[in-house]
């Protein structure tokens, strides 16, 4: 560990051990490499970096997984898990969604439960598949775990390179937002036989470029 992600998972997370998702300085790098130079010059006037998006004094003297846990709560209940993978696909056909695992009571009992018992060495949700044998299917306990999304950009570019304009150079250097250079090294990474994101631990930068370009050439938004 460097001695700039110490100072920043200090700065987030109120421990300098403790890394939440993310290798934010090697981020940093990456996106240095993206984005223009306009873009990133200005990059630590709104940054999210700039200050820790939870209360760090409710993570003193919890254990690590409590402090993620609390962290998770926090930054993607609402908006990722029951935002992208819930609610707006209810809403979207008119249903009335109801989460089990959300009952307050529910929860307040998992908050009781020690540490030990939720996780079986690298075994996930441990004390819920034992819950759930005789009930739910073995083939569904029991199944390897694969990432909820499809498939991604390196697909699309390999099926259709050429029917992408959001992708294009022109189109880049229209808004200035991202380096259309660096923009042209990825499509021709990503059009690797061989090319692989690993599911959601690596970030498909060129589905930001592809979905901020068509939000500029929809509103006519520029840097």
């Known amino acids: 560990m460097t001695a700039e992600e110490w100072a920043l998972n200090e700065q987030l997370w109120g421990d300098p051990y403790f890394r939440f998702e993310r290798n934010h300085p090697e981020l940093r790098k990456m996106h240095q490499k993206v984005y223009s130079d306009s873009v990133w010059g200005e990059l630590s006037h709104f940054s999210a970096l700039a200050e820790s998006p939870v209360n760090t004094d409710r993570l003193k003297g919890l254990s690590s997984q409590k402090r993620r846990s609390y962290i998770d709560y926090k930054l993607r209940l609402s908006d990722h898990l029951l935002g992208e993978h819930g609610d707006r696909m ?6 009335e969604g109801r989460h089990p695992f959300l009952d307050m009571e529910m929860i307040s009992f998992v908050k009781t439960i020690p540490d030990k018992y ?31 999304q499809a498939p991604g950009m390196s697909s699309m570019i390999k099926a259709s390179a050429d029917k992408i304009p959001f992708l294009e150079e022109s189109m880049i250097k229209k808004y200035g937002v991202f380096n259309a250079d660096y923009v042209n090294e990825m499509k021709k990474e990503y059009s690797r036989d061989d090319f692989r994101l690993m599911g959601a631990y690596e970030i498909d930068y060129l589905l930001i470029v592809m979905t901020v370009t068509m939000l500029c050439e929809k509103y006519s938004l520029s840097v």
Not at 90 to 95: A, D, G, N, T
Not at 128 to 139: H, Q, R, S, T, Y
């Open 90 to 95: 209810f809403f979207s056909h008119s249903v």
């Open 118 to 148: 939720k996780l079986s060495g690298t075994r996930e949700k441990y004390i819920l598949k034992k819950a759930a044998e005789g009930i739910v299917p073995d083939v569904v306990l029991k199944r390897q775990k694969f990432p909820f």
